[in-house]
Each structure stands twice: as C-alpha cells, then as structure tokens.
C-alpha cells in the first residue's frame, strides 16, 4: 500500500553531489567554496543570533537595498530566495505555459523542475565543441533556461550572444542562470533595464561562500517578481532565513573582499589547468570556479573512483557524451596541488 500521489510516482529527483561523512575528503565535487566567510561576516551572523526568535523580514528589504545599490538595480526587481534553487523552481512551476527548452548538457536540476511541474521540455545537443549556439534558441516559443557559465562545462555566452536570444525571442521569456558568472563570464543583470523577457538568477552559495545557509537572488521587470512573489507568498513567505539574511547584508558590504577571493580561485583554475595539460588531459576553457577534464589515458569514473581511494572527491556525471569527463571543483592552491599529484601518481600506471 503507497500513500504517495500517483502523479508523483514516475519523478526521478536531482541527485546532488556527496557529501559523505564517513572520513575527511578533499572535497572538489560540490563548487563550493574553499575559503569561507571572513570573521566580519561570521560576526555579523552572530549578533544576529539574539534575534532569531523573530520570524525575519518577508520582504527582505535592508539586504534587497543594498544589492539594489551595489547591482544598480531598482529594488522592486529583486527578490530573495531559498538558495536560487528555489526560484528556478518557481519559474518552471510558474512561467513554462509554453513549455521549456535547455541544453542537452547542463545544470541537472532542469529536467527535474521540469517533470515536477508537468512541463514539457525539449533539450538542445550543444555542439561538439560542447558550446551553445545561440542560433538553436531563436524563437523558442517556450521559456528558455541557460546557465551562463553552463555547468557543468564552464563555457560561457557573451552578452552580446544573450542579447541576440533575447532580441530573437520577443515573446518567450529567457532566464539566464548566473550561479557561476563571478568567476568570469559577463552578467546580463543590466539588460534587465532594457528586456522585459529576461530573468537572471544568480546565488551566494558559490562565489560568496554561502552554500549552506541557503541565499539566492532573482533580477527582472516588476511584473515578473511581482508574479514570483505571488509564488513565494502562497508557499514560504519567510523562505529567506534570519542568518542568511544578516550574511547577505554583510556580505554585499564587502563586495571587494568577494571579489578578491574569486580573483584567487581563477588563479588557481589557471594554474590547475596548465597541471593538466601538461598530463595529456583536455581541459574546456571554463570560467567558473571548477574546470572539465577528460584523459585519453584513464576513463572518467576510473579515476574518480581512484581519486575517492585517495580521499579526493571529484564529480562524476554517467551522462551520455560526457561520460570521459570529470569535474573539478576549484579548491585552495593546497588541495589543488594535492590534486594533480594524486592524478600524475594514478596515471603512472596507465603509460
Ligand atoms: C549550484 C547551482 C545552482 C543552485 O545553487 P543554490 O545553492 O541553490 O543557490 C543553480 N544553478 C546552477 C547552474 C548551479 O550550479
């Protein structure tokens, strides 16, 4: 006897990365960041903490005030989310009438959102060179969804490709998932002055090291957020918690300190790639806070699986096309190094 729904009955959820607890890893499998909130941030969370008995602020306007100024975005176009997670789930449960197109090759979570809500979707193969070709998304007619940076390649559209699909797709709205951009690639945060068709979504669990409290961002017309709060209302008006909402606060006050440290990590994403040429492997040119990386010497989940031996955690997917492929969380210039000798010391055995 299944007490479940039936309508539920065929959904295959996301599977996230591990987070095992059985020993202490290296963990370069879940981009997170490595280098965690400064003291003042920590600080901040605390004094907040005599507060916590309160339910927080619905609306969330001190921390929206200040993204506002820092994005030069009027206030009324940002929401706040449960992780941004949270709003995708929004936006396929709520603006997919039309249905939904993404690539092939991306963020997992898509296709789940998709079955959840009952929303048809279509994928588009990115090339061979696994990039996005924008020409594939003109006049889509249904809501578009691309990660830019796309996970998990790394590789990125211009603006002036995001401006293109969105100019090709007068009447489909276009969400741009910015979960990686800080580590290189082009915000399209300001063209959502210029198009009311966009949505871009962007998150602090990655280049603001806020993965485990949750915080996520939404920039687009008030319509939009106005309708995405309609959403939020009628599930969790108070999905944003009181410490995420202090960290946030804090954390968009020292935006530079942000910034310096996704300057060190794309150093150290330089620096691992050239280890890895070196050995043989082929790396995509990623701008996000981890790289993709095949060998003709070792197969994908060979040396995940010896990695794991060794403690180090790497992500690998058994996608079809991408199944060579591992990737590589950016760790500190420790672990990192700690990485490429494990792969040099494994592919010893594999001349
Ligand atoms: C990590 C990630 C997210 C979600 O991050 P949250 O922790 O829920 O904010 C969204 N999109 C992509 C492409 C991601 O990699």
Redesign the pocket.
């Known amino acids: 006897m299944s007490f479940f729904s039936k309508k539920y009955s065929n959904l295959k959820p996301y599977t996230p990365g591990e987070q095992p607890q059985d020993k202490k890893y290296i963990k370069l499998n879940t981009?997170e960041n490595p280098f965690g909130l400064s003291i003042k941030v920590r600080r901040e969370i605390m004094k907040n903490a005599k507060k916590f008995q309160l339910y927080p602020d619905p609306e969330a306007k001190k921390l929206r005030r200040v993204i506002s100024s820092l994005y030069a975005i009027p206030i009324e176009c940002i929401m706040l989310s449960n992780?941004?997670?949270?709003v995708?789930n929004f936006l396929f449960q709520g603006f997919c009438d039309n249905g939904a197109v993404f690539a092939d090759i991306t963020?997992g979570?898509y296709p789940v959102y998709a079955s959840l809500h009952k929303v048809e979707y279509r994928t588009i193969p990115l090339d061979s060179d696994f990039r996005i070709k924008k020409e594939d998304y003109f006049n889509a007619k249904s809501t578009i969804f691309i990660?830019n940076p796309n996970?998990p390649t790394g590789l990125t559209l211009s603006l002036k490709d995001i401006r293109d699909v969105l100019d090709n797709n007068k009447d489909s709205l276009v969400v741009i998932?910015e979960?990686?951009v800080d580590f290189g690639a082009e915000s399209a945060v300001r063209l959502i002055k210029e198009y009311d068709n966009l949505v871009v979504?962007q998150?602090?669990?990655?280049s603001r090291s806020l993965?485990g409290l949750?915080?996520?961002m939404v920039f687009a017309s008030r319509d939009i957020i106005s309708q995405l709060n309609t959403l939020r209302y009628s599930v969790n008006p108070y999905n944003v918690n009181y410490a995420a909402l202090a960290a946030g606060y804090a954390i968009i006050r020292s935006n530079s300190h942000t910034l310096e440290q996704c300057q060190k990590i794309i150093n150290i994403r330089e620096w691992t790639v050239k280890e890895l040429e070196k050995l043989g492997f082929y790396v995509t040119d990623s701008r996000a806070n981890f790289i993709f990386a095949r060998s003709d010497k070792i197969a994908g989940e060979e040396l995940y699986l010896k990695l794991k031996d060794r403690g180090i955690l790497i992500r690998h997917f058994n996608t079809p096309r991408i199944e060579d492929f591992n990737r590589i969380s950016i760790g500190d210039s420790y672990n990192m190094k700690r990485f490429v000798e494990a792969v040099k010391d494994i592919l010893r055995e594999y001349k």
């Open positions: 981009n992780g941004s997670d949270e995708l963020y979570f990660a996970a998932d979960a990686y979504v998150t602090f669990s990655k993965a949750r915080l996520g």
